[in-house]
């Protein structure tokens, strides 16, 4: 067995109600496999700002250098949302910790249960065998260029900002990736407006001579957002920006039947961050009617990349595939057409994925 | 019968091939309502490049300030996609003209023709009775802040830059528009990240106590890409800024079917400015395949917008309507699964569309 030190970040709205499931699977697998994994618990965001004036205090922080991983909720408030004017904001904790960890690297693998293929709005033929795997750069971008807003107010600007060695990190993770699957990479831009895009195609059309058996196509950003409804089959692994990333992989949860379904990992320098794709969703938040699945395949996520414990992980898979086979469903997987679902909240469902990992 | 101006610029790739029809829909409507309509030509992007090395010449700038409005094609060619080196570039021809008219509106209205219900990706239930008008600023947002690139050329950057009047312009087009249709707007930002999208939040929600009688939603561009799939019913007019309109409306061809098939309207000062939304695509330039339909609807929408002839336009749509019900289809319209469509090149197809104008 191996000894870990995870560190659960469960956030705002329905991060607290789903991250307890991505847990209680690190602790049913410590305790199959006789692994040592011990936990503790770190605020961000709005509970953050609630207790301490600070959306990533530093006590957190610290506890996040100390980790071998981290499992996150989400994060946001609908205070925020509703009031542009506020300086302290939720997201600013979440920015903070990627780029204090230096979390470049955000996977998003977007991949279709079979179960599930009646659940997206697209259809299933279109659907049925899409395997996508995004690498989205997390540290740099317009998320993190400079922000100016004028003293008159009248005025407001974010620098959208790259470096070349903030490309070329992330481009070889993704070309790495690419040899490992089906040999293909599509990088997204906006090369014929943006100069930052057109740095991002340089880096990696000069990659391209290393890695030759990787077959390479460049994307605009527009188009790429069609595709993806158009012919999501033809991606394999997609590398792209911040902001771009951002977009499409949320567009690209509908593959997946539902954004409840999608975890994601972010590596880098050091400790690996591993989050559901989904926001903090104050509409549903505190109905216990979320959806646990993108947490515990988070938890799944971090059991094979940041400890190497693939047949932990896949374990965890399977324990979800056969919750969907037995026809548990949480609200947003639903088929309404479907007589012999069973559709339960957040709890019931994490305790079916539990049942069926023993 | 009225008497009008009417620039043709056919631009590049399969922009050459399409807007010869939309033209010749504005002539057959001239002769059968008898309208004056007087026709120029001009050069814009790549082919301007070659042939005067600047992708928009000022003598396509004046005869585009003396027009009452213009037909355009597409922009861009493969080998400046390849070279993002380059200095001169067809689309700087796009983005100056769009400037320098004051182009500061850009419509996208996405309707599905019924009889392209089976077309599209998206399950027909989910598109059923889906009408969406998109209002994308366009002189504005990262496209036209400052470009940087270090002399050491390792670092770009662009400015996604705002200012209040900008904003307000375009969302006060977007809310008149709104009170005409089903009373909704949805105004599209990402304001828990980007200070330019909190300054577009703080004005849409100003304008919000003008027009008490439009019902506001204001949401993020990453949720926004993935309700468009997921619901696009839930979208009556979306109001949002220039890079992320360029993405959503690329992924709403979706809803309408195929690219080939919207149409836009950019106005703002004086001329009115009508495209496909569809690019050049130079990989089915010159093959006589591309579809026509969104040229002829773009100049459908001329009809109305810039002319307020109503009737006109409305007999262009119905002619589009007709010749789809005949069955005739270019290829990026066409189902597999459907016998009796007559699968045909853009010259046969546009002639069906001018026959059934008679
Ligand atoms: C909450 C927000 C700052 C965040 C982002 O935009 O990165 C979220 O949408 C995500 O994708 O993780
Ligand atoms: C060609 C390009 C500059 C243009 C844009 O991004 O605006 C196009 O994609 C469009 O949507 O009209």
């Given at each position: 067995g191996v000894d870990k030190k995870i560190l659960v970040i469960p956030g705002d709205g329905i991060g607290q109600e789903v991250t307890t499931w991505g847990r209680k699977v690190l602790e049913t697998i410590a305790t199959n496999y006789k692994h040592n994994f011990t936990f503790e618990e770190g605020i961000m965001g709005h509970v953050a700002i609630e207790a301490t004036g600070n959306p990533l205090p530093d006590e957190t922080l610290d506890k996040a250098r100390k980790s071998d991983a981290i499992l996150f909720g989400a994060i946001g408030h609908a205070k925020y949302d509703n009031d542009p004017t506020l300086k302290v904001r939720p997201e600013q904790g979440l920015l903070k910790i990627r780029k204090e960890l230096g979390l470049y690297a955000n996977l998003r693998p977007i991949k279709l249960f079979d179960e599930l293929l009646?659940?997206?709005?697209?259809k299933p033929e279109i659907l049925r065998g899409a395997d996508i795997l995004f690498f989205r750069e997390l540290t740099?971008?317009?998320?993190?260029g400079e922000k100016k807003r004028t003293e008159d107010r009248n005025t407001a600007s974010d620098l959208m900002i790259y470096h070349k060695y903030e490309v070329e990190r992330i481009a070889r993770k993704a070309f790495e990736a690419a040899r490992t699957r089906r040999k293909k990479l599509c990088s997204v831009d906006k090369a014929n407006v943006l100069e930052a895009s057109r740095l991002w195609r340089e880096v990696v059309q000069a990659l391209e001579k290393e890695y030759t058996d990787v077959e390479v196509e460049h994307m605009f950003i527009d188009n790429a957002a069609m595709q993806l409804v158009k012919?999501?089959?033809?991606?394999?692994v997609v590398v792209t920006g911040n902001l771009f990333g951002d977009i499409l992989t949320d567009e690209a949860s509908q593959i997946a039947g539902s954004m409840g379904m999608l975890a994601s990992a972010s590596v880098g320098d050091s400790v690996g961050f591993y989050e559901p794709i989904?926001?903090?969703a104050h509409d549903i938040?505190?109905?216990?009617?979320?959806?646990p699945l993108a947490s515990i395949l988070s938890a799944a996520l971090m059991l094979d990349?940041?400890?190497?414990l693939k047949n932990e992980s896949l374990r965890v898979i399977k324990a979800v595939e056969a919750t969907l086979k037995q026809g548990f469903r949480t609200m947003d997987i639903a088929n309404k057409h479907t007589e012999n679902h069973l559709v339960m909240g957040t709890d019931a469902m994490g305790a079916k994925v539990l049942e069926n990992l023993s």
């Open positions: 009646e659940a997206s709005s697209i740099g971008d317009v998320y993190f012919d999501p089959k033809r991606f394999d989904h926001g903090s938040a505190g109905k216990g009617i979320a959806n990349i940041s400890f190497g």
